[in-house]
C-alpha cells in the first residue's frame, strides 16, 4: 500500500538557520498540506496545497515558512529562519480529491537549539 | 474559527470493556469528522470518519456517532483489546480545502 514518506526523520539546527523538510505525497494524490506537533500538544494545521499554490494558511504559518512542489514527486517546507518554538513533529499529509482521506507522513522532529 | 473540544484528556479501562471518547465542535459549517490513533513516535493512522449526512458509522469493534445539532461526535471502541493503547485525537475539517482541526487527544490505557 503506498504512503508518504518524509525526510528526514530528525532534524537539529540552530536558532537561526533554515530548514527544509522534504515530503513525498502518495503518487495519485493532488492536495498537499503540512501540519506540526508540539511534544505533548495536539496536531496544528499550517497550510494546504493544491494546483500549486497555497490554498490556505493558518496564523502559525508565517512569512518565515514557505512551501514549495518543486518536482512532480517533491513537497517541502521550508523555515527560513528558525526559532526555538519551532521546534515540533512536522507531519505531511496528502489527499486524492478534495473532501478525501487525508494521509500522513511519519514526520520530522525537529529540534531547534 | 474552528475549535474542537475532546474528552477525556486521560482513559483508563479495563480489557474487554468499552472506550468512549466525545468531542465538540464549533463551526456548524464542519462536514467531515475522521479520527485518528496515534502510537508513540508515529504518524496518526485514520481508523474511522464520518461525514455530516451520516449519523453513525461502524466499523468492527470501532463506531462513531454525529449529533449535527449539537455539535458533538464521539468514538465508541468495545470490546478493548491491549493493542488499543494509544492516543487518539477527533478533528473536523474547515475551509475549501478540507484542513483539519485537531482535538488535544485522549490517552486511552487499556488495563489487562
Known amino acids: 500500500e503506498p504512503e508518504v514518506t518524509q525526510t528526514p526523520s530528525h532534524q537539529v539546527t540552530q536558532m537561526g538557520q533554515e530548514v527544509i523538510l522534504r515530503c513525498v505525497p502518495i503518487s495519485n494524490h493532488l492536495y498537499f498540506y503540512w501540519y506540526r506537533q508540539i511534544l505533548g500538544q495536539k496536531v496544528e494545521f499550517l497550510v494546504s496545497?493544491?494546483?500549486?499554490?497555497?490554498?490556505?494558511k493558518s496564523e502559525i504559518f508565517d512569512d518565515q515558512f514557505s512551501v514549495e512542489r518543486p518536482d512532480g514527486s517533491n513537497f517541502t517546507l521550508k523555515i527560513r529562519s528558525t526559532k526555538l518554538e519551532d521546534s515540533a513533529m512536522y507531519f505531511c499529509?496528502?489527499?486524492?480529491?478534495?473532501?478525501?482521506?487525508?494521509?500522513f507522513g511519519p514526520g520530522t522532529r525537529l529540534l531547534v537549539l | 474559527g474552528e475549535n474542537v473540544e475532546q474528552h477525556p484528556s486521560t482513559l483508563s479501562v479495563q480489557e474487554g470493556d468499552s472506550a468512549v471518547i466525545k468531542c465538540t465542535y464549533s463551526d456548524s459549517a464542519s462536514n467531515y469528522f475522521p479520527w485518528y490513533k496515534q502510537e508513540l513516535g508515529k504518524r496518526p493512522q485514520l481508523i474511522i470518519d464520518i461525514r455530516s449526512n451520516v449519523g453513525e458509522k461502524k466499523d468492527q469493534r470501532i463506531a462513531v456517532t454525529l449529533n449535527k445539532t449539537a455539535k458533538h461526535f464521539s468514538l465508541h471502541i468495545t470490546e478493548t483489546q491491549p493493542e488499543d493503547s494509544a492516543v487518539y485525537f477527533c478533528?473536523?475539517?474547515?475551509?475549501?480545502?478540507?484542513?483539519?482541526?485537531w482535538g488535544a487527544g485522549t490517552k486511552l490505557i487499556i488495563k489487562p
Open positions: 496545497f493544491y494546483n500549486n499554490e497555497i490554498s490556505e
Open positions: 499529509a496528502s489527499s486524492e480529491a478534495n473532501q478525501e482521506t487525508q494521509y
Open positions: 478533528a473536523a475539517s474547515i475551509g475549501s480545502n478540507y484542513q483539519l482541526i
